[in-house]
């Protein structure tokens, strides 16, 4: 089971997203059996950001003075789940997630979904310094996107 703390530093997601701890566990109520981890106890945090924000952390933790949609701070890079484990923490920016500021809301919740579960396949272990490693990646988030959105519209 996925236990998710989900945390707001910018007003605006609430414009988006009336109850956001209650969208983000659906996502991962709705992920494949073996991404839910039925008999373990594991954690995440979920910060709602803003491009400002999330350019300081990029800038401080990978070098790069930029903002991004997403970053992902695995807690522990070899990755074995115990039976009770904190996976890390995932941080999105609602500038990217609502650009272009026309979409509509389900094109907004969509491409936080997909950003949501980019995270957490790093969170995972995933990456995509290689081209291979970015296959593999984009196949697994693929998979998962299709398995989340059918459930959660």
């Not at 703390?5 to 997203?17: G, P, R, T």
């Not at 009336?18 to 991404?35: A, D």
């Not at 970053?71 to 789940?81: E, G, M, Q, V």
């Not at 998962?144 to 059918?150: A, E, G, N, Y």
Request: charged share 35%.
């Amino acid at each position: 089971m996925i236990n998710i703390n989900v945390f707001s530093e910018e007003k605006a997601w609430s414009k988006k997203l009336k109850k956001k701890e209650l969208f983000f566990k659906k996502i991962c109520n709705s992920l494949p059996k073996n991404y839910k981890f039925p008999n373990e106890k594991v954690s995440l945090s979920l910060m709602l950001s803003n491009n400002k924000n999330i350019k300081k952390l990029n800038k401080s933790f990978r070098n790069k003075n930029k903002s991004t949609d997403v970053l992902s701070f695995p807690f522990d890079k070899k990755n074995k789940i115990s039976k009770k484990k904190y996976l890390g923490d995932i941080i999105i920016s609602y500038d990217f997630m609502n650009k272009p500021k026309s979409q509509g809301l389900n094109v907004f919740k969509e491409k936080l979904v997909r950003t949501f579960i980019h995270g957490f396949l790093h969170l995972l272990g995933y990456d995509h310094i290689k081209n291979d490693d970015y296959k593999k990646m984009l196949k697994r988030e693929k998979i998962l996107f299709k398995s989340v959105i059918s459930k959660i519209n």
